[in-house]
């Protein structure tokens, strides 16, 4: 990530994400008592005193465990030690010291990086006066703040955007132009390996473990001449499988991470095929104007006869009518078939939500096409259709200026909009037709 990192670390339970949302001014951290349950590094932009900083809130550290994710969690927690240009670490008032706080400090005692420590849960004048112990663990950047409230979070704030240039903040806002592409579709379908086969690190915890990825994570992808964010979210699951709250807070995460998608890739397992629930995220994405790419993964599972990709498009397709203008990537992660292509579709569908097309070359192409096939006709009146424009809206929207706005059938709105797909390129892209009184 471009721009200046600061990472939040400290053991489980300590305030990280209620920290982490409160410099985001957003619910973006998943809070809750369970232990372990930020897993993942999470990203956010945090703005004060006019900069702008990226935030990393990682999983609790607990350094000898044999519980698989907190040593999962430790990696992270390193990683995000390694990226960050400054940490902040966090302590609960409420506890004093513990051997967990001491084994953290002993890790970024090493670092040469500016350490900020963030004594938490500090509500009252008798919780500063036993807050004092924390100088023991030997920082100099001490800081007494409770997160809940937001008391003491400013001095840290101005401490750590004193670190940051002009030019550093500006690239976290020139960042946020880019590109975004989310991940979507259903638990266990590869969505996380996708995401570190084409980045080529171990980004997010990969385990068989269903619901392993509970929050966004996103990254800043830069190769090959291609520069995007990807958006890697939690499993998207069926609302009868959503028993814990967490799943249920991953599920509205997934359609956030929705809405600050720009293109959607649409993971289906091959073997299963698509889905009621994938249809759903299907019709969501396109109902909200995203751009789609489906890839069907483990496709080096299904046994081949000769038109096997074809006929199983085929049939996909008559289950996404009417919106059948998607491409269909057959891929597998494991065996790293055919993911660079996904790139360039998804930056290619990404091109096609962004289209404008001129008002003269729309009327020119458009109308010649309405002459060659009118509109029926209602109640004995010719319907008419004289000006076509492209509105300014993100999904690519068209108004058709008519005498009939009201009579106008939805087979004949079909045909319109085929003609726009054949005649100028919107594939993987919802495109929005209106009728106007003129």
Same mark, same amino acid.
């Given at each position: ?381 010719? !319907?008419?259709?004289? &000006?076509?424009?492209? %509105?300014?809206? +993100?999904?690519? =929207?068209?108004?058709? *200026? #008519?005498?009939? $706005?009201?009579? !106008?059938?939805?087979? &004949?709105?079909?045909? %319109?909009?085929? +003609?726009?797909? =054949?005649?100028?390129? *919107? #594939?993987?892209? $919802?495109?929005? !037709? ?5």
């Amino acid at each position: 990530m471009s721009g200046f990192t600061v990472a939040i670390v400290g053991r489980p339970n300590v305030g990280k994400s209620t920290f982490f949302n409160r410099l985001l001014e957003k619910r973006k951290a998943i809070v809750d008592d369970a232990s372990g349950v930020t897993r993942d590094r999470q990203y956010g932009v945090s703005d004060w005193n006019g900069k702008s900083f990226n935030l990393i809130d990682t999983g609790g550290f607990v350094p000898q465990s044999d519980d698989v994710f907190e040593r999962e969690i430790k990696k992270q927690v390193l990683i995000a030690v390694e990226e960050a240009h400054a940490l902040i670490f966090i302590v609960d008032a409420t506890t004093g010291i513990t051997d967990l706080d001491m084994a953290m400090a002993d890790v970024l005692r090493r670092t040469s990086k500016p350490v900020f420590l963030a004594v938490n849960k500090v509500d009252n004048h008798e919780l500063l006066l036993e807050a004092t112990e924390f100088y023991g663990l030997g920082f100099e950047n001490i800081y007494f703040i409770s997160a809940m409230t937001g008391a003491g979070t400013g001095e840290i704030l101005d401490a750590i955007t004193a670190l940051i240039s002009e030019e550093s903040s500006n690239e976290v806002r020139e960042l946020e132009g880019l590109p975004k592409i989310a991940i979507m579709g259903q638990p266990n379908v590869g969505k996380s390996s996708l995401l570190n086969a084409l980045v080529g690190q171990e980004r997010t915890i990969v385990s068989d473990i269903a619901g392993t990825t509970r929050d966004t994570i996103h990254t800043h992808y830069n190769l090959f001449q291609k520069e995007f964010i990807l958006i890697d979210t939690a499993g998207i699951r069926r609302k009868t499988k959503v028993h814990e709250d967490l799943e249920f807070y991953s599920v509205i995460r997934a359609i956030k991470a929705m809405d600050e998608a720009d293109v959607c890739l649409l993971m289906l397992d091959a073997g299963k095929g698509i889905t009621a629930q994938d249809l759903n995220i299907f019709s969501m994405a396109a109902k909200k104007g995203k751009g789609i790419v489906i890839l069907i993964n483990k496709w080096d599972l299904v046994g081949k006869e000769t038109n096997t990709a074809r006929d199983y498009e085929k049939k996909l397709k008559q289950k996404l009518a009417p919106f059948t203008d998607v491409p269909i990537l057959f891929i597998s992660v494991t065996e790293k078939t055919r993911i660079f292509k996904v790139i360039e579709t998804a930056l290619e569908v990404y091109e096609n939500r962004q289209r404008k097309i001129p008002t003269s070359q729309l009327n020119e192409v458009l109308l010649k096409a309405i002459e060659s096939y009118q509109p029926p006709v209602v109640r004995g009146a010719a !319907i008419r259709i004289k &000006y076509i424009t492209q %509105l300014a809206t +993100q999904t690519p =929207s068209f108004a058709f *200026f #008519t005498n009939h $706005p009201d009579d !106008i059938k939805e087979s &004949y709105r079909n045909y %319109l909009e085929n +003609q726009l797909r =054949s005649k100028f390129n *919107f #594939t993987g892209v $919802p495109v929005r !037709i209106f009728f106007r009184k003129k």
